[in-house]
């Protein structure tokens, strides 16, 4: 019942900490919460079904666990978070009760990347508990009866953090998370594409140059710290980062907020014309 339990909670929390985030940070354009659920629901039916053929496939398996295509996922949900902060930031912000008159952005671009976000941060973490919990079903020894008691308490604990981050950041003020989410989206872009860079230097397709340039593991480890883990999976912290992963999430960093200043800049210099 534990072991699946925190497999559960472990990679769940994960999942929950980053779709709070997109939901918040895109309430303001109509149907984002729907395309993002739909992309949930979407990656779990696959995660579950690709778990099923990985157990009875070898060469499956191996595709799936192996690093390289994490890291190839990793890429994709950066890519497309950074293109949704962007799409975002080109769009004039809701004020007051105006929310809910945004209509979605044109071609529903934003939209479909929301969407392929859900899937692939599902994919990502969902296909390992799948297949955790499919193998744990083959073991002879332990029941499938605690196999889903601690499956089942996982996802409640999944739901209730969440619930409390999406609850507690909505507390804030309007004109705050106008400034707050666009940077947070920024770091957690930055964060999962040196995540990224970090499973492509252990498989040596990315050089290190210096393979750990420091190292806070006996005082904030995101493994047995909450709020270490909530700034590694939205801030991007790593204990030991390679000098090639400060890089990358430092350049993914200045790119993100240069377009932001640039965007921010010609409003300030282009006033309304009808005045």
């Not at 990679?11 to 949930?40: H, N, P, Q």
């Amino acid at each position: 019942m534990f072991a699946s339990m925190a497999i559960v909670s472990k990679e769940g929390i994960d999942i929950a900490l980053i779709i709070t985030l997109l939901l918040l940070s895109t309430k303001s354009i109509i149907g984002a919460k729907k395309w993002l659920f739909s992309g949930c629901m979407i990656g779990i039916a696959t995660a579950i079904l690709l778990a099923t053929f990985a157990l009875s496939n070898i060469w499956l398996a191996t595709i799936f666990q192996s690093k390289l295509t994490q890291a190839l996922l990793l890429i994709l949900s950066s890519g497309l978070i950074g293109s949704t902060i962007i799409a975002i930031q080109s769009k004039p912000y809701p004020t007051n009760n105006q929310a809910n008159t945004i209509k979605p952005l044109k071609g529903y671009c934003t939209l479909v990347a929301l969407l392929l976000i859900a899937i692939s941060t599902i994919l990502l973490n969902g296909f390992s508990v799948a297949f955790f919990l499919l193998n744990l079903v083959h073991q002879s020894d332990i029941t499938h009866a605690s196999i889903i008691i601690g499956s089942v308490l996982g996802i409640v604990q999944t739901i209730v953090i969440g619930a409390i981050a999406y609850a507690a950041l909505l507390l804030i003020d309007a004109n705050i998370v106008v400034d707050i989410f666009p940077i947070l989206m920024s770091f957690l872009t930055a964060g999962i594409a040196a995540h990224a860079v970090a499973k492509l230097t252990s498989i040596n397709v990315l050089p290190s140059i210096i393979p750990q340039v420091w190292n806070t593991t006996p005082y904030f480890d995101h493994h047995s710290n909450w709020l270490a883990l909530i700034m590694h999976v939205i801030l991007g912290y790593t204990e030991k980062p390679s000098l090639m992963q400060l890089i990358v999430y430092i350049s993914t960093l200045l790119f993100l907020f240069s377009i932001r200043n640039v965007k921010f800049n010609t409003k300030d210099t282009n006033p309304d014309r009808s005045h």
